[in-house]
Nanobody
Framework: QVQLVESGGGLVQAGGSLRLSCAAS????????MGWFRQAPGKERELVAA????????YYADSVKGRFTISRDVAKNTGYLQMNSLRPEDTAVYYC?????????????????WGQGTQVTVSS
């Protein structure tokens, strides 16, 4: 089982940037897909970005393409979500998650392990 701990959330003005980190332990990054989800109040949890175990394949939701970048540091066993040009509608709790199937899926139910979440608030 992989354990995931997010950090880096906070309050930022519209147009600003934040970088979220997800420190993994228990399995190497090459053993799972890392996904970043977000959930706003009253809305379903949605996948915003994911990266394959090899790092060769990435996925982005249409709403964040061109603004968010997923990456990872294998040596640190840590994944990142760089968020630029933030908008008020990006406000949500952001979670990193691990999918052991090795295939990028967009549905939360396919992910096996979850972090505790970190709040991102974008003010207008």
């Amino acid at each position: 089982q992989v354990q995931l701990v997010e950090s880096g959330g906070g309050l930022v003005q519209a147009g600003g940037s934040l970088r979220l980190s997800c420190a993994a332990s228990g399995r190497p990054l090459s053993a799972f897909v890392m996904g970043w989800f977000r959930q706003a109040p009253g809305k379903e949890r949605e996948l915003v970005a994911a990266i394959s175990p090899s790092g060769a394949t990435t996925y982005y939701a249409d709403s964040v393409k061109g603004r968010f970048t997923i990456s990872r540091d294998v040596a640190k066993n840590t994944g990142y979500l760089q968020m630029n040009s933030l908008r008020p509608e990006d406000t949500a709790v952001y979670y990193c998650a691990a999918d052991y199937s090795l295939v990028v899926h967009t549905t939360p139910s396919t992910y096996n392990s979850w972090g505790q979440g970190t709040q991102v608030t974008v003010s207008s």
